[in-house]
């Protein structure tokens, strides 16, 4: 992927990080990976390692544009980093970035209105000179829009208001334009719609509105693409969400067809939901469509995936590869899986690094349960032996494996240490200066 980009038309490139710079970085951690992978090969023998390899190599995981700058909270945002992407293109090029350092990021989710294509083609060229695709589309009509006759403030699929309701499905089938010029094939709606205080919603009819709204964008769909619901238990609204947790969303994908999918996004569930048994559900259901990664400790926290809870997402991955496997799904393509995180004290291209290692690292721990085992385990009401079973492949160190498929796919054995190494960041300040990227 990343020779093919050299050989490309430079894009008005600000930075780029060259194969030899990759190769001279390999080499000089070479030696020290070999020893731990072929530890790891004799370790797992009995597998078939090169396949599990392999599905980690084709495993690519979309970058929104809107987690390129830092983010903040209602309190405030400090941009400590400098040279934040201030266009579609440089958003594109940061991608482009992460992708040559970890050869897992090949695809870039677009948010509109925060980044309006103008001009589809151009566009559709640079990401291809990356290697990147463009993943599912996200409508906003949860922010009024500069100039747009009418305010989202009480919602806007839902809204008593028929003229309003319409503003947002229109907004949606824009949405799709967009993404049909640039050869995506899905589009994810998340809505804030809900309300604050009890009696200000009539919560059937809030579900009948929407639901109606729905089916309008579901008619502009081309044959080929998605749509995805996504759901989320709370914020803005702080009552009632009307699309609010998997079982409403289910409900919405059920109703709307067969183009229709859940998204399950990591941050939210109220707390201690069993995340796991949500998507072990959808998928026997043939209904989940899409992933949003990130990690929480208490609500929609945006954190790097698995900072907080690693087993969490394991045992998420877990339930994955065992219902893709089941239903024989390709899991690098049959499902959309997107970082959704946002990061107000780290330099957010490291932080995008540190989230894909630890999804790659949660997948690969996923592919080598011994799912035969486990399952002898589960029909002899095995307890003990089945908690065994998984904790032995979490508690097994993998990076070499991981670190494996990156090296193979043309990218970094270390990517965050290339990425110092090479002061990325401080280049691209450089040649940007003091900018900030729109967004949140
Ligand atoms: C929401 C949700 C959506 C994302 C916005 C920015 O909480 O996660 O997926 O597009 O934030
Ligand atoms: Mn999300
Ligand atoms: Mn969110």
Redesign the pocket.
């Known amino acids: 992927m990343y020779r093919q980009m050299i050989n490309l038309t430079k894009p008005s490139i600000l930075m780029n990080i060259e194969q030899n710079q990759i190769e001279k970085h390999n080499d000089s951690l070479l030696t020290s990976h070999q020893r731990k992978l072929a530890f790891l090969k004799e370790d797992w023998a009995h597998v078939d390692l090169e396949s599990v390899i392999q599905k980690l190599v084709d495993f690519q995981i979309a970058i929104?544009s809107?987690a390129l700058g830092t983010g903040g909270t209602r309190f405030g945002r400090f941009a400590i980093t400098g040279g934040e992407p201030r266009t579609i293109e440089e958003k594109i090029e940061d991608v482009g970035l992460l992708h040559a350092l970890n050869g897992a990021s090949g695809a870039i989710s677009l948010?509109i209105p925060w980044d309006i294509p103008q001009n589809a083609g151009e566009l559709k060229k640079l990401a291809a000179g990356y290697g990147l695709k463009f993943d599912a589309m996200?409508s906003n009509t949860f922010q009024d829009q500069a100039g747009s006759a009418h305010s989202y403030k009480f919602g806007s699929l839902q809204n008593v208001n028929k003229a309003i309701r319409k503003q947002a499905i229109e907004h949606n089938i824009e949405v799709i334009k967009h993404g049909i010029a640039l050869g995506s094939d899905a589009l994810?709606v998340?809505l804030a719609d809900g309300s604050c205080f009890p009696g200000q919603l009539n919560f059937r009819k809030a579900f009948e509105n929407t639901l109606e709204s729905l089916q309008e964008i579901y008619a502009a769909l081309p044959e080929d693409w998605k749509i995805f619901v996504?759901y989320?238990a709370f914020e803005p609204n702080f009552y009632s969400t009307t699309v609010g947790d998997w079982g409403q969303s289910l409900l919405y994908a059920s109703k709307l067809g067969k183009k229709a999918y859940t998204l399950v996004?990591l941050?939210?569930h109220l707390p201690n939901a069993n995340i796991e048994q949500i998507v072990a559900l959808l998928l026997m259901e043939g209904k989940l469509g899409g992933f949003?990664f990130n990690d929480s400790k208490y609500g929609?926290d945006d954190l790097t995936a698995g900072s907080i809870k690693p087993y969490q997402l394991f045992l998420i991955f877990n339930e994955l590869v065992e219902g893709m496997d089941a239903k024989g799904m390709n899991h690098a393509k049959d499902l959309g899986w997107m970082i959704?995180a946002s990061h107000n004290v780290k330099d957010p291209l490291e932080d995008l690094l540190q989230s894909v290692e630890a999804i790659m690292i949660a997948y690969a721990q996923a592919l080598l349960v011994d799912r035969k085992a486990l399952n002898e385990a589960q029909d002899n009401n095995d307890v003990a032996k089945a908690q065994e079973i998984l904790q032995n492949t979490f508690r097994s160190d993998l990076r070499a494996i991981v670190a494996e498929a990156r090296l193979r796919a043309g990218a970094a054995l270390s990517p965050i240490n290339l990425y110092r190494d090479l002061a990325v960041r401080s280049n691209l300040v450089n040649h940007r200066g003091n900018t900030v990227a729109t967004g949140?």
């Open positions: 929104p809107w948010h996200n994810t998340w996504e989320k996004d941050g939210h949003h929609d959704d949140l």
